[in-house]
Structure formats: structure tokens, C-alpha cells
């Protein structure tokens, strides 16, 4: 019962997954910007910022300055992308490093 | 049904089982810090890779593995394009501050011939030192604003004061403090941990592709890579120090570079130095 119940969300999310993408809000930005901001201020907190994710960042502000926020969430959910793969990289090199290590 | 439970239950079991055991081991074999041991590694790891390249001769990082590159370099050397930030820095170091009193004041032996002593660890203050935090240290003890960690004045005068040690092996000592330890561990830690969206580390390149190509560089063996610097670089278009060289290779892995003479940078820079003990002071150097 309860996969048959699983697989008509999985349908529902399918066709609305699948449907015209609604244009991004000025408030789908500024949610996207702020969880951006957040996974990267986690990043800066490991000492590990990447240039990337700076450039997505001020793309989406530049964007969103002149209107378009379509464009500026994609940029925003970009840099959160970057910002979360390199909270991933810093959190596993702590031990991963060693594996380099000449001994 | 109920098989299916007992197989789950028994694999989270076993994974658990695993994880403990992976921990116990990990609990009762903890790495231990051990300079000396890392530093006879490292160079063996190098003499090794590199059994044509004389021990000193690693120093010359790209020249000393590259035989077109190392003719066109002592060419170079008859005129070295660090010439005029040299006899600038020499002006620079002789000059007295506004209070009369000058680098020389700072540093023992005068600051003449000491570059092989730096990095340091100072005990009192528990921290590492470089010869461009101390000469900055110097010019705002003596009234002077600060000088840029990356270009400039401090290459110039860092590459005087190098000038000054070239031939004297690297001297670099770790004293019996746990915070020294803990300093060049940290340095070791940077070195080899990946950073940036290249998912590069400083080893990578310096030592997993030492002798390699980047498009047309070829890349620096990381022992004596301290000895050469600061440097002047192609392309720069000029010198950089050893915060500029870490900086802009923190850059080329689309890293966010660490603020000059962070804890960080001072840390690999005690690292890498301590590594190269013995083998002689080259800089002022000249790369592409």
C-alpha cells in the first residue's frame, strides 16, 4: 500500500518537475542568495572559500541589481552548489591529507 | 519479511562492528609528530624521484631538472632581472628610519647573512616568524607603517637579506615546545590538504607532479622551494615574496586566498623550511 502510495507522489512530483518552470521571484532570489550566503560563510569559518563560488555570488547581485532574477537565483543556487562542495572538500581532507603525506 | 530484518540487522551490526574497530585503531596508533623523520622522507622521496639532480642543486626548483631551462637561466643569471629590487633593497636596509635607527638595529648579526634562520618559532610569543612579519615588526617598533607582505619593498628587501645568506645552509629549528610542534604540524596539514575548485594541494603540484608540465611550466620540486625566495617571475613581470608565491598559488586552485602571513601561510612556510635544513639559501630567484 505503501509503495503504491510512494510511487503516485514520485508521479505527481514527476509531472510537476516537469511542467514551464515558473520565472524566479525577487523573493526565490533573496532565499536563494541567503542560503548561498550561509553555506558560504560555513565555508569561510573552514578557511576554505573558493574563488568560484565569489564569482557566482557577485553574478547573482549583479542580476538581481538590474531586474533579472531569474538569472540571479540560478547564480545564487550555483554558489551554494560551490559553497556546499567546498564545505564537503574542507570536511574531508581533516583526515583525507595524510594520504598525501610522504612518509 | 522477517529474514530481510535479521540481514539488516546483522550488516548495521557488522558496519558498526567496523567503524569501532576502525576507531580503536585509530585511538591506539595516533600519528605522532616527528620532524626529523618527515624531513629524511621528504628527501628521500626527492632524491629518489630525481636521482640525476644533486641534493643542492634542488634549490633551483624548474633548473634543476630541465636542461634548456637551466642554460637559458644562467644565461639569465649574468644579468638577473632581480638586479635592480636587490641594489634597491640594499639602499632600503641602510637607510635610517625617521628616528635614526635602521633594520639593522633589529636583527642579529645586523640582519647580514640570517635569511637561513627564518621562519623561526618564537617561544615567548608561541607563534612562527618570518623574516617579512619581523621586518615589518621592525619598521612599526621604529615608527614606520608597514610595508605590503606581497611585492615591492619587501621583495626588495627581502632579496637582499637573502642575498646576503646565499650558500649558508637553511637552518631552521623547532624547539622543545609543544606549540613549535604543533605549528609545524599544522604547516604539513596545509601542505598536503586539497583546497579550491581544483581540488588541488600544494603537494599535487610540488610534489605528486614536481618536474611535470602546466601548459608551459614546469613545476618547482617543494624541496628548497623556500630557498629561492622571494623571487622575480616572468610572470609577474616582477618579485614576489613568499606571501605573494602562496597567495597566487592558492589563486591558480580557485582558492580564496588566506591573508598574508596568516597563521596558515607562516605555518607551511616553517614546514617547508624545516624540510629543506641543510640545503643552501639561493635566493634571490628568477622563475618563468
Known amino acids: 500500500m505503501s509503495t503504491i502510495r510512494n510511487m503516485a507522489l514520485a508521479a505527481v512530483l514527476l509531472v510537476l518537475g516537469g511542467g514551464p518552470a515558473l520565472a524566479a521571484s525577487e523573493a526565490d532570489y533573496k532565499a536563494a542568495l541567503a542560503a548561498a550566503e550561509s553555506a558560504e560563510k560555513d565555508a569561510a569559518t573552514l578557511r576554505n572559500r573558493w574563488t568560484t563560488t565569489e564569482s557566482a555570488l557577485a553574478a547573482a547581485k549583479k542580476a538581481a541589481a538590474t531586474g533579472d532574477f531569474e538569472a540571479a537565483t540560478a547564480s545564487a543556487k550555483q554558489a551554494e552548489a560551490l559553497a556546499k562542495a567546498s564545505i564537503f572538500q574542507a570536511s574531508s581532507e581533516k583526515e583525507r591529507w595524510k594520504d598525501m603525506e610522504i612518509r | ?288
Open chain 2, 1 to 288: 519479511m522477517r529474514a530481510r530484518t535479521i540481514i539488516l540487522t546483522a550488516a548495521a551490526a557488522l558496519s558498526t562492528a567496523a567503524l569501532a574497530c576502525f576507531a580503536a585503531s585509530a585511538i591506539a596508533a595516533p600519528d605522532t609528530i616527528d620532524p626529523v623523520a618527515d624531513a629524511k622522507a621528504f628527501r628521500k622521496y626527492f632524491t629518489d624521484k630525481f636521482p640525476k639532480v644533486k641534493l643542492n642543486d634542488f634549490v633551483n626548483g624548474p633548473y634543476s631538472m630541465n636542461a634548456d631551462m637551466r642554460k637559458q637561466w644562467e644565461d639569465m643569471e649574468q644579468f638577473p632581472p632581480y638586479e635592480f629590487a636587490l641594489e634597491a633593497g640594499k639602499e632600503m636596509f641602510s637607510k635610517p628610519f625617521k628616528n635614526g635607527k635602521t633594520y639593522a638595529d633589529c636583527f642579529s648579526n645586523g640582519g647580514i647573512g640570517i635569511r637561513q634562520n627564518y621562519p623561526y618559532f618564537d617561544e615567548k610569543e608561541g607563534n612562527v616568524i618570518t623574516l617579512e612579519l619581523a621586518i615589518n615588526r621592525c619598521r612599526e617598533v621604529n615608527g614606520e607603517a608597514p610595508l605590503s607582505y606581497m611585492k615591492d619593498e619587501m621583495a626588495s628587501l627581502t632579496a637582499y637579506m637573502a642575498y646576503t645568506s646565499r650558500g649558508k645552509p637553511m637552518d631552521i629549528k623547532i624547539p622543545n615546545d609543544p606549540r613549535a610542534l604543533a605549528a609545524y604540524e599544522d604547516g604539513k596539514r596545509y601542505f598536503y590538504t586539497r583546497r579550491g575548485q581544483l581540488n588541488f594541494s600544494c603537494a599535487s603540484c610540488h610534489v605528486q607532479s614536481a618536474g611535470e608540465h602546466i601548459r608551459a611550466e614546469t613545476l618547482a620540486p617543494a624541496l628548497g622551494i623556500m630557498n629561492a625566495l622571494p623571487i622575480y617571475r616572468s610572470e609577474w613581470g616582477g618579485m614576489g615574496t613568499t606571501s605573494r608565491r602562496l597567495v597566487s598559488c592558492n589563486s591558480q586552485t580557485r582558492a580564496v586566498p588566506l591573508e598574508p602571513q596568516s597563521d596558515e601561510y607562516r605555518d607551511v612556510e616553517y614546514f617547508l623550511s624545516y624540510v629543506a635544513n641543510g640545503l643552501p639559501i639561493s635566493g634571490p630567484g628568477s622563475r618563468p
